[in-house]
Every structure is written in structure tokens, then in C-alpha cells.
């Protein structure tokens, strides 16, 4: 199965942050969620893969291509959907698409127009005029009007309403019925790669975390409840992060099966969400 996107020892230096040799790889015909929170990495990685920025150390390659020396070519198939403005404020939306669309030889007018419709844009408005939901509409009909292979998404449903949010998902799930597209999609928000997302790579501080199938992860962590009478020094090394208050504790645990074992009957082991995979590991050990 070809990679339409690879990453590998991927650095940038900051004096107050550093990005350490990040690496990934996105099959085609996949979404790959890249999570973390504010601050982990997740826009610098992708202004990187956008050569928005200039890396120190690493290779990254799109469709097989270095992304700097073939450049022009990989951006004519990226879909690239961002959380910040690079529109002319003083433009109405039609104006917009005038100056955008020369620079994509597969621009198609007619699915630009059908994603107008379906998310109740006017061309003649200003885009200063614009809500944040509506820039991002708008930057989300661009980015699929040129038949890109790699869609790439920076905290696309940030300040979006939650009926949008389902709607933005719906299309996406759309979108990849053609098994030659990929999505990369950078949130925040996790819940809404519960849904879509079919392998996730979680950034913190800088630092791939893991990037692996979302039902893998799924299988390999677990939360545990129980009394503060069964934790130990021992049982406490074998969590990830805890939280504990006086009625007992809420943890976070990678391997299920040796958990289970060690609890036998005496705790409840759950399923996580991403989100909890999330807070637990940034947090570590927290105590409420």
C-alpha cells in the first residue's frame, strides 16, 4: 500500500520549543488525526510539510516526492485547510477564487459551486465580513475543488458549530470513498476523530507519542476505577497518568491485559477515549 505521505527524524528548534525527530507515514485511502494539545507541535509540523517553514533536520515526501524540490507539483494536489487567514480581507469570496484558482491545473468550477451551495456561502461577500466557521467553509470548498489527493487539515472544526462539525465529518467520510485520497486531519478536539479517523498520531511536547491504527490503541489502553485501598508504589508504576480524590482513583493503562490480571475482579477496566489517552499522558501523575 503506497504512502502518500512520509515523515521521518523530522527537527525544528525554537529557543522556547523544540520539534524532535518526528516521524510518521499516512497510507492512501486512510484519515490519520494528529493529536495533542495546544502547543505539542501540530501546526509547526504541518507549516513544515508545507514548507511554510524551513526544517533543520529530517525528510519529508509526498507522493513519493521530496517537498521541497517538487514543491509546485505536490501543492497542485494538497487540499490544505488552516485555522489561519491567508485571504484578502477586503475581497469578496468570488474575488478570492479568481486569484486561487489559476494556480491549480484540476481547479473544477462545478464542485467549487456545489460546495458553496452546501454550505450556504454568498460570493459576493467580503471575506472580512465572514464568521470563523464561514472562513473555514470557505477555505474547506477551496481546498475540494481541485481534486487533491491529500487533503490536510489544521484544526478545521475549531469555533465550529457542533451541526457543522457533523456535517464537515460527513463529507470527509464522503471524500474518502476514493481509496487514492488521504486526510491528514490536526485537532484538538477528539471526539470528532472517534468517528473518522483510522489511525492517530498523538504529539507532546515536541514528541511522537505514538502514531499507530486507532483500534490497536483502543485495544492496548484502558482506564481503571477503583478504591485508593489497591494502589501501591507497584500498582502506581504501571499507570500512565492517575487521578485521585477521596472517594478512589481513575487511571490510565497501556497494557489491558497485564491490568486485568492484577485487578482481577477488584476495579473497573473500561475503554478510553482519545481524549482521555490525551489529558492522562500529558498530565502524568495528577492529583484532584
Known amino acids: 500500500m503506497e504512502n502518500i505521505l512520509e515523515i521521518q527524524n523530522l527537527s525544528k528548534s525554537y529557543k522556547q520549543f523544540q520539534l524532535k525527530d518526528i516521524f510518521f507515514h499516512l497510507k492512501k485511502g486512510f484519515i490519520m488525526g494528529f493529536i495533542g494539545p495546544n502547543g505539542a507541535g501540530k501546526t509547526t509540523t504541518i507549516k513544515l510539510i508545507m514548507n511554510l517553514l524551513k526544517k533543520d533536520a529530517g525528510a519529508i515526501n509526498v507522493f513519493g516526492l521530496d517537498h521541497i524540490s517538487h514543491e509546485q507539483a505536490i501543492k497542485n494536489r494538497i487540499g490544505f485547510v488552516y485555522d489561519e487567514n491567508f485571504f484578502y480581507e477586503d475581497l469578496t469570496l468570488q474575488e478570492m477564487k479568481k486569484i486561487i484558482s489559476p494556480f491549480y491545473a484540476n481547479w473544477d468550477e462545478e464542485i467549487f459551486?456545489?460546495?458553496?451551495?452546501?454550505?450556504?456561502?454568498?460570493?459576493?461577500?467580503?471575506?472580512?465580513?465572514?464568521?470563523?466557521?464561514?472562513?473555514?467553509?470557505?477555505?474547506?470548498?477551496?481546498?475540494?475543488?481541485?481534486?487533491?489527493?491529500?487533503?490536510?487539515?489544521?484544526?478545521?472544526?475549531?469555533?465550529?458549530?457542533?451541526?457543522?462539525?457533523?456535517?464537515?465529518?460527513?463529507?470527509?467520510?464522503?471524500?474518502?470513498?476514493?481509496?487514492?485520497?488521504?486526510?491528514?486531519?490536526?485537532?484538538?478536539?477528539?471526539?470528532?476523530?472517534?468517528?473518522?479517523?483510522?489511525?492517530?498520531?498523538?504529539?507532546?511536547?515536541?514528541?511522537?507519542?505514538?502514531?499507530?491504527?486507532?483500534?490497536?490503541?483502543?485495544?492496548?489502553?484502558?482506564?481503571?476505577?477503583?478504591?485508593?485501598?489497591?494502589?501501591?508504589?507497584?500498582?502506581?508504576?504501571?499507570?500512565?497518568?492517575?487521578?485521585?480524590?477521596?472517594?478512589?482513583?481513575?487511571a490510565l493503562g497501556k497494557n489491558r491485559d497485564k491490568i486485568r490480571s492484577l485487578f482481577k475482579d477488584h476495579a473497573m477496566i473500561e475503554r478510553p477515549s482519545l481524549e482521555d489517552i490525551m489529558l492522562y499522558t500529558v498530565r502524568g501523575h495528577h492529583h484532584v
Open 113 to 250: 459551486q456545489h460546495y458553496i451551495h452546501v454550505f450556504q456561502l454568498s460570493l459576493k461577500h467580503k471575506i472580512k465580513t465572514l464568521s470563523k466557521g464561514m472562513r473555514m467553509k470557505y477555505s474547506l470548498a477551496l481546498a475540494l475543488s481541485h481534486h487533491a489527493e491529500l487533503i490536510v487539515m489544521d484544526e478545521p472544526t475549531s469555533g465550529l458549530d457542533p451541526v457543522f462539525r457533523s456535517e464537515l465529518l460527513d463529507i470527509l467520510a464522503e471524500l474518502m470513498q476514493d481509496e487514492n485520497k488521504a486526510i491528514l486531519f490536526s485537532t484538538h478536539i477528539t471526539t470528532d476523530l472517534d468517528k473518522i479517523a483510522d489511525y492517530i498520531t498523538f504529539i507532546h511536547d515536541g514528541e511522537i507519542i505514538f502514531s499507530e491504527e486507532k483500534d490497536t490503541i483502543f485495544e492496548e489502553y484502558c482506564i481503571v476505577k477503583g478504591g485508593k485501598d489497591l494502589l501501591d508504589q507497584d500498582i502506581r508504576k504501571c499507570f500512565i497518568g492517575i487521578r485521585e480524590n477521596q472517594f478512589g482513583f481513575e
